[in-house]
């Protein structure tokens, strides 16, 4: 297997006009500690890697993808990343005191919750067509 850590990131530019060509899947793995109950998760995410010729000639890049499949045959690295935090947990959550409950508001699962967020920019969107403009005057401070 090449050595992808040689390659560059890929810049968003690059990223949308480069060809990439598949790498290697890369697993990174990560522990995170609530700092609310103390307890320690430790999860892990497959990325696929693509690297290409970068556009001006230069070293190759590479740019890392949320892989959808594990690749049995492909070439694969694993890292474990930095121990990381986290204010609150998915243990925890329903044991913390929120100043108003009806302020915690709890998804079905991800799909609702992406449905919430695409029916708000909507909303947005439509409020914001339809909000008239305030003709501004100049005041004191602008003069
Ligand atoms: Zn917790």
Redesign the pocket.
């Given at each position: 297997m090449t050595n992808c850590e040689n390659y560059r990131v890929a810049s968003p530019q690059e990223v949308a006009s480069a060809t990439f060509s598949f790498h290697s899947q890369l697993l990174h793995i990560f522990t995170s500690t609530?700092?609310?109950?103390?307890?320690s998760h430790t999860a892990s995410n497959l990325y696929d890697i693509y690297i290409a010729r970068s556009g001006n000639g230069g070293n190759p890049i590479r740019n890392a993808r949320p892989a959808a499949n594990f690749r049995p045959g492909a070439a694969l690295g694993t890292t474990t990343l930095k121990p990381r935090s986290?204010p609150?947990?998915?243990?925890?959550?329903g044991?913390v005191n929120a100043p108003d409950p009806s302020h915690v508001t709890v998804f079905a699962d991800e799909d609702a919750w992406r449905d919430t967020l695409r029916r708000k920019a909507a909303d947005s969107a439509e409020s914001a067509a339809r909000k008239p403009r305030i003709p501004t005057q100049p005041s004191l401070s602008d003069l």
């Open positions: 609530c700092t609310n109950c103390g307890q986290q609150i947990c998915h243990l925890c959550v044991t």
